[in-house]
């Protein structure tokens, strides 16, 4: 049969290489090639090695601490946001697999942010944050924090619906007799969600924690919409201090670039670590 | 013993059940809030947005009926949002936009991912494996990396255009579709597909006739959240496209604010508004599919 199926590969695997070939492959490479070139487009390059590499932190031989303030701001983001969005969704969500009325009904509104997408979520959120902090004489570019909560609530109203859907599913694949064998034991509801819910749900967990790290890491649309980086760059996530960068002023593009290879670094160590976890977990369960 | 856990659990649930229900009734009015402001402040003259975003007339109704019924006409200005709305975004071409961008990648995606899928999993050697890896290896790789290349080439290549943006979806978004796909072939058993090929099916007959429909929860999983991705992406397109004559509508929404100076609230709150709509009716339509996907999608993912 592998002989019959060889033949068709123009008709079965050609067009999504192409494709691949181009909204990937070649853009990825070249990506790599021109983080050590001084360009303005993909044509005119000039080969300047690590110069880019070394203006990310250094501009005129003077410590430029931009890019270390959006890395630790992004840092900080993304945990707080991963702990805030991980606990409340795991906690509606057992709340939610007790059998009340209506748990549909709340499943379906708790879910519904989450299919708004950034931009417009953000400007929802912009004109209520805006108003109610307007009764103070602010707004949520007044300083950074003021942004950072502001970001942390808009992700968690998209959030915390797309998590809670996973636990609830995680939750209702532990075997119940599990759960009553422990209650015959004596076993009070905490002792129970200890020893044996949260054990049990460790996979969905980890799932979880890994999307909201990702998403957070990665987030663009909510920074670019809600604050747009202000106050003075100060709430710049990583993507958007590269988008700044590379978009922002001329002469810079090829600095955006290395700052991209290095966020697709961060990035892909976060999913290797990931990786390595969740799979050490599944051999020990 | 069954029965009587049954019982403790039923009392359990009779006392607080009815609590419950009420404090999450409560929760979930409060988590639809912001959209039914938005939908309030749609209606609103644009002055009075930021001045009473939580009422729908300027004086409260404690100053007596016809001065709170006088504050109504004064706040409200029906439905000239909208018409500024669709004068100043082009809204319904944009959606037109949208939903032919979606589609097309979705459709692009689901077959042309699913028949590569089929192949890298079915036929064994070097360059199989390779395509397998690089995909797994893409979803990885955050769109900041490749943005500049990306919309470089697509401008050379000349798919600036809503067709062509088809071609760069389905490049990068292969990586998910190709691997979701793969898993799932892995699955199924090799006798169906020999009992079809030595009944006289060619390849092409025994993937579109056999294979193909056993995919269909992938296939829905997949087309969800790809349609999800694509419908509410702004970067890509916001690159890629020419955004003079084509938008979509996060591109819209997003260029209503920088282009116009002073942001017109009001307007912005018509297009929220038009935005959002069309998503809800969608998600009460195929709200059990959406789900079911996220959920599939997660576990594998």
Known sequence: ?285 | MAKQSEQVNSARRAKHGGILTAVFAVLSIAWIAPILIVFLNSFKRKAYIFKYPFSISTKSIFDGFDTWKAGIEKAMCGILNYKNALKKTDFFNCFGVSLFITVGSVLAIIICCSMCAWYITRVHNMLTKGIYVLCLFSMIVPFQMVMFTLSKFANILHLATPWGIIIVYLGFGAGLAVFMFSGFIKSISLEIEEASMIDGCSPLQTFFQVVFPILKPTTVTIAILEAMWVWNDYLLPSLVLNVNKYRTIPIAVQYLKQSHGQLDWGAMMAVLVMAIVPIIIFYMACQKYIIEGVIAGAVKG
């Open chain 1, 1 to 285: 049969m592998e002989k019959a199926i060889k033949k068709y590969f123009p008709i079965f695997v050609l067009p999504t290489l192409l494709a691949f070939t181009i909204g990937f492959i070649v853009p990825f490479v070249y990506g790599i090639f021109l983080s050590f070139c001084k360009f303005t487009t993909v044509t005119d390059w000039k080969w300047t090695g690590i110069k880019n590499y070394t203006r990310i932190f250094f501009v005129n031989g003077k410590l430029d601490t931009t890019f270390i303030h959006s890395l630790w701001y992004t840092a900080l983001f993304t945990i707080v946001s991963m702990l805030v969005i991980n606990v409340i969704s795991f906690a509606i969500a057992m709340l939610l697999t007790k059998g009340i009325r209506g748990t549909n009904i709340f499943r379906t509104v708790f879910f519904m942010p989450n299919l708004i997408g950034g931009i417009v979520l953000s400007y929802i959120w912009l004109m209520i944050f805006n108003s109610v902090l307007a009764d103070f004489s602010k707004t949520i570019i007044s300083t950074q924090w003021y942004a950072f909560w502001g970001l942390i609530i808009v992700v968690c109203w998209q959030q915390i619906g797309y998590m809670m859907i996973i636990y609830i599913a995680g939750i209702q694949n532990i075997p119940g007799e599990l759960i009553e064998a422990a209650m015959i034991d004596g076993a009070s509801a905490k002792q129970r969600l200890r020893y044996v819910i949260i054990p049990m749900l460790m996979p969905t967990i980890s799932t979880c924690t890994f999307l909201t790290l990702t998403n957070g890491f990665k987030l663009f649309d909510q920074n670019l919409a809600l604050t747009g980086g202000n106050p003075a760059k100060m709430s710049q996530l990583l993507a958007l201090n590269i988008y700044d960068t590379m978009y922002g002023t001329t002469g810079w593009q090829g600095v955006g670039q290395a700052k991209a290879v290095i966020f697709f670094i961060l990035v892909a160590v976060i999913a290797l670590i990931q990786n390595k976890l969740t799979t050490s977990k599944e051999v020990q369960g």
